[in-house]
């Protein structure tokens, strides 16, 4: 494929992704656009604690690949009624439909519905990602988001179906 549209797939989350999940997780600049993050994303323990708790949890974890590297995670997780979806890309990788193909690849994996997310209001692209894979914006929502240090707007999308 293009250095455009890489080819996305899922697989399993192994330990060895752990540290590129930490190095992706701790950028500056994607931390500012997903706003809603980790209270310090350098600590490193809390990041390693963070994930022994999701990788034992009921969550639908996965790695992203595009063109067999490993460029994020995405999951679903909580509640059967309120279950959620989440995703993170390496910045490198932003524009080029990865977090699309994945996204779409996850939802694929989880047949129920409805299906939640939520995305900082001023973030267009993760919006734009979460319409184009079938989510609807249905709510707005305000919530302190350690990212930027400050209360920040909030999107709150659904899946029906």
Known sequence: MSPLSPRVTLRKVTDSDLPVFFRHMSDPESNLMAA??????????AFDAHWARILVSDAVMRTVLADDVVVGHTAVYGPPEEREVTY??????????VATAALRALIAL?????????????????IRVLQKCGFTVTGEDRGYAHARGAETDEVLLTLAD
């Open 36 to 45: 809603f993050t980790s209270k310090d994303p350098t600590d490193r323990a």
């Open 88 to 97: 993170f890309i390496d910045r490198a990788y932003w524009g080029r439909g």
């Open 110 to 126: 989880v047949p129920q519905r409805p299906l939640h997310a939520r995305a900082a209001a001023d973030n267009a692209g993760s």
